[in-house]
């Protein structure tokens, strides 16, 4: 059987470099997440935040840059038939799974009934993550992308309609956009010290604001990137950056640096650092890319075969070997058997509701 993965990874006009990134994305996450074995691997989740802000960023800002009406229930479907139907499975079979296992020695990390179900099922749970469900915890990133892909079309059609289809608002708008996103953690913090949430949306606009800024400036100045020989070392300046954020995190043990500067600084390092290499042709690099291609389903799966792994085999190499091989393998069968068909019919089915639509209104 020939993987569609294979298929789709040698398409011309996918962008190698971004597969490459997210899998830089994912397989820190995934390692952190094995009893901490990899310190600041939780920091791909931010990598991610801005590679989400770049991709769906492009679709809407090629829309807003041709003229065209952005059709505010057609996206958010659109990126539903991406995210809902691995979410939903494994929300359902996941809390399946953490019964059986679990629900003696461990129960709190079984998923019950009613407003705790809720805050999952309506992607709210970054805002109420008590009580805390361990294998289900880190959905509170898909929490914040659910919002990110209701702002966003809101955003640029609210740009289009008062500002016009302006380059330079967009581009201010944009890094407004970013800005909000800083000055909202510090106010966050001022106000509520120790207790605003590190995983709330507000929290994490800068992030996904970078990228979409990387999609305004490859969308309209894509021809002038590509022949700027020096861009590459962008790079390595983001790449210093962010060592030198990580070890001023270690010795300085400032509040208002680790709450705010740190979590600010880092995705604007992302953002150089893909914007340095984002022409560079990485379709050799195979291996990552294939990893990228399952790193969604990668990342829901992932959590709960920590401690499937270490119930049974403890904490140690072998074991965490066995998790990321387990746990990879998993996340490949649900993206063959679910996300893909799913994308399968999505134009289909979309084209099929707002044609009626259309005619209906008509």
């Not at 890094?175 to 010290?193: D, Q, R, T």
């Not at 800024?213 to 300046?237: G, N, Q, S």
Request: proline share 3%; aromatic share 20%; hydrophobic share 55%.
């Amino acid at each position: 059987m020939r993987l569609k993965s294979f298929e789709i990874l040698q398409a011309g006009a996918r962008i190698s470099s971004v597969d490459v990134f997210r899998a830089f994305a994912i397989l820190p996450v995934v390692i952190y997440h094995f009893h901490g074995y990899l310190p600041y691997g939780y920091l791909g989740v931010d990598l991610f935040f801005v590679i989400s802000g770049l991709l769906v960023g492009s679709i809407l800002i090629r829309q807003f840059k041709r003229k065209e009406k952005i059709n505010f229930f057609r996206f958010v479907l659109q990126r539903g038939f991406k995210i809902w139907p691995s979410y939903y499975s494994f929300l359902l079979i996941g809390t399946i799974v953490a019964y059986l296992f679990f629900r003696d020695d461990q129960p709190d990390y079984v998923i019950e009934g009613g407003r705790s179900l809720s805050r999952y099922v309506f992607f709210y749970q970054n805002y109420d993550g008590i009580p805390f469900h361990w294998p289900f915890a880190h959905v509170w990133s898909l929490c914040v992308e659910e919002h990110f892909y209701i702002l966003l079309p809101i955003f640029l059609i609210f740009i289009m309609t008062f500002l016009g289809n302006n380059k330079r608002f967009l581009i201010i708008s944009t890094i407004c956009f970013v800005a909000a996103g800083v000055f909202l953690k510090l106010i966050g913090e001022v106000n509520s010290p120790g207790i605003a949430n590190h995983t709330t949306t507000h929290k994490r606009m800068d992030a996904l604001g970078w990228g979409v800024l990387l999609a305004v400036m490859t969308t309209y100045h894509d021809a002038k990137l590509r022949v700027i020989k020096w861009l590459p070392l962008l790079f390595f300046v983001g790449a210093i950056i962010l060592a030198a954020d990580i070890v001023l995190s270690v010795y300085w043990k400032n509040y208002y640096f680790e709450k705010i500067l740190f979590s600010s600084v880092v995705p604007l390092c992302f953002f150089l650092m893909i914007l340095g290499l984002y022409y560079h042709d990485f379709s050799k690099w195979k291996p990552l890319r294939f990893v990228a291609y399952y790193s969604y389903n990668w990342y829901l799966w992932h959590p709960l075969f920590v401690l499937l792994v270490s119930k049974y085999f403890g904490v140690n190499a072998l074991a965490m070997a066995i998790y990321i091989i387990v746990s990879f393998l998993v996340a490949m069968l649900f993206t063959i058997l679910v996300e893909e068909r799913f994308l399968g019919i999505r134009e289909a089915v979309l084209n099929k509701i707002f044609k009626k639509t259309i005619r209906a209104a008509s």
